[in-house]
Every structure is written in C-alpha cells, then in structure tokens.
C-alpha cells in the first residue's frame, strides 16, 4: 500500500505540473480518439466521469454522445461504499458532490442498464499501465461498480505522463481493458 500511495503522490503532481493549455489540448486529442473508438461508436450508453483537479476534461464527449443520441451517465457517490450512475441530459444538473466533485442532483433515480444495452465506461485515474491496471485515489468505488458489472466496455483515460510500465495491483482491483491517452492507445 505505501508503494501505491507514492504512485499516486508522483503521478498527481506530475499530472499537475501540465499547464492548463496543454492539457485542454490533450483533452481534446483524448475526446478524438476515443470517439473514433467502436466501444464509443457502438455503445447506446456512455459512462463519464466529470473532470476534477487536472484530470483529463472530456465533456467534450458528452456534447457528441448526445449529438448521437446516446445516453449519458455520471457517477455520484452515496456512501462511503457505494457509487451510482445518473443520466443526465445537461452540464447544468451537476453540482458539487462528494470531495467536491460534480454530481448529478438528489432529485435523480439512478441509472440501471436493460438486458440488450451496450454500455462504455470511461474510467479517470492517476496511473495506468500497459496491463490495464489503473491507479485511483483510493476509495475503491469504481473497483466494486466494475466488478458487478463485467459485461461493461471500459477505456481509462489519462494523460500519456500517467501511464507507467507497471502498478501494483492486488486482487480487487478492476483492469480496464485499454487506456487512451492524448497519443491514442496506450495499451492494445
């Protein structure tokens, strides 16, 4: 646990150290290729986070899942244990949650996939590597989500100087299947 928690100490801090304009940029780049990826292309509901202290911006992306008429959710915790999804329709029903992060309003019921819905998860980290481990910030929420739900596509999204030859992973933690970065795949 300690080498993890260096992890995430380096890898906040050099994610930090990017200056705001580039990472807009390599948001923007990021937002591409996972558009042009078939787990995006194909997928009726897509799963994202809301970007908080430096971590790749990819609302972007929801202004083109809704232009393709797909579904939008994001995560909003509700206990120290649990995680949901919400849909929402608008940038404007968030607001500031849990850790400061920002979530979809009370007023919502939460999300729950059919039977014949092909769901994308869009995964924010502090570090991945080529094996699809991901480094989080400790909570374990999207570590329990992913587990009960296997049969969901998942893509972590980092910015390249995130992504390490190897993190260690223990057997809770939930692999992500690739990781796309302002460079495109990481891992293939």
């Known amino acids: ?6 992890i995430r100490r380096i890898a906040r801090n ?6 705001e304009s580039i990472r807009e940029r390599y948001s923007e780049q990021i937002v591409s290729h996972i558009i042009q990826h078939p787990f995006f292309q194909e997928c009726d509901t897509v799963c994202c986070y809301v970007a908080f202290k430096g971590e790749a911006d990819i609302s972007m992306l929801m202004d083109a899942a809704w232009a393709a008429q797909k579904r939008v959710v994001v995560p909003k915790v509700l206990t120290q244990e649990t995680m949901e999804f919400f849909t929402i329709h608008s940038r404007r029903e968030l607001s500031p949650g849990a850790f400061g992060i920002l979530e979809p ?8 996939a059919g039977d014949e819905e092909r769901v994308l998860i869009l995964l924010p980290g502090l570090a991945f ?3 699809g ?10 570590d329990r989500y992913l587990k009960s739900h296997p049969s969901f596509h998942t893509i ?6 995130q992504c390490l030859e190897n993190i260690p992973a223990q057997p809770h933690d939930q692999k992500t299947e ?7 795949i990481y891992k293939s």
């Open 178 to 184: 690739i990781v796309i970065t302002e460079k495109g």
């Open 133 to 142: 481990n991901r480094l989080g910030y400790g909570g374990g929420y999207y």
């Open 156 to 161: 972590g999204i980092a910015f390249s100087v």
């Open 105 to 112: 309003e009370d007023d919502k019921e939460p999300w729950c």
């Open 14 to 19: 050099v994610r930090t150290a990017l200056p």
């Open 1 to 6: 646990m300690e080498q993890k928690s260096e």
């Open 129 to 131: 590597d080529r094996e």
